[in-house]
Structures are given as C-alpha cells and as structure tokens.
Nanobody
Framework: QVQLVESGGGLVQAGGSLRLSCAAS????????MGWFRQAPGKEREFVAR????????YYADSVKGRFTISRDSAKNTVYLQMNSLKPEDTAVYYC???????????????????WGQGTQVTVSS
C-alpha cells in the first residue's frame, strides 16, 4: 500500500505561482513513478505531469508545458509540482498518483497509476 498526501493548494491570482507537494509513504519511494492529474468542475480528470523513478525523465501535458515543473526529493519521499504563470483555466482539484509498474507507456492514462491522493484545490482568479 502507498499513502499519498497532497498539500500546497490555495487561491492565487492569474500570473501567480503555487507549489504543490505530495508526500508518499508505505513503499520505497524510488520504486514509484509519480504523476499529477487535475479535475476541473464538470470535466474529466486529466494528466498534468509525470516523473520517472530516478527523476531523470518527465512528461507534461501540452497545456502546462513551459509553466509547470515536476520534481522529486527522495530524501523527503516527496514529489512537487511547481506551477508558474497560472491561468484561470488551471483551476481544478490536483491529484498526486503513484505508478508501481516501472513502465512508462500510456503514462497519461489514469489506469497507469495504482494509488491516488485525496486531492488539493487550486483556484486561480482572473
């Protein structure tokens, strides 16, 4: 079992920044690929970013590329999502997810991930 706890969400003005954190426990962190997804009101949950087990490879949705950065700290068993130049359309509940498979194919599918956090709300005002 893997427990994931997100934090760092909040209300920010357009153009501002936030950093989300996701603390993982219950399994060796270096064996987990980690991802961030988000779900806006009335919409399906969508992929945002993913980072490999060793942190050397990352993937981003086109909508956030160049603005968001995913990173991980193995000493703290934590994955981060640095969000800059935020837009109102970034408003959503953001979820952290863990993938135990070691396979990176279809990394943008929810089904790739085995464990999920409870989510943290990000609201960007215009």
């Amino acid at each position: 079992q893997v427990q994931l706890v997100e934090s760092g969400g909040g209300l920010v003005q357009a153009g501002g920044s936030l950093r989300l954190s996701c603390a993982a426990s219950g399994r060796t962190f270096s064996n987990l690929s980690m991802g961030w997804f988000r779900q806006a009101p009335g919409k399906e949950r969508e992929f945002v970013a993913r980072i490999s087990r060793a942190g050397g490879t990352s993937y981003y949705a086109d909508s956030v590329k160049g603005r968001f950065t995913i990173s991980r700290d193995s000493a703290k068993n934590t994955v981060y999502l640095q969000m800059n130049s935020l837009k109102p359309e970034d408003t959503a509940v953001y979820y952290c997810a863990a993938d135990t498979s070691g396979v990176s194919t279809r990394y943008y599918y929810e089904s790739r991930y085995d464990y999920w956090g409870q989510g943290t709300q990000v609201t960007v005002s215009s």
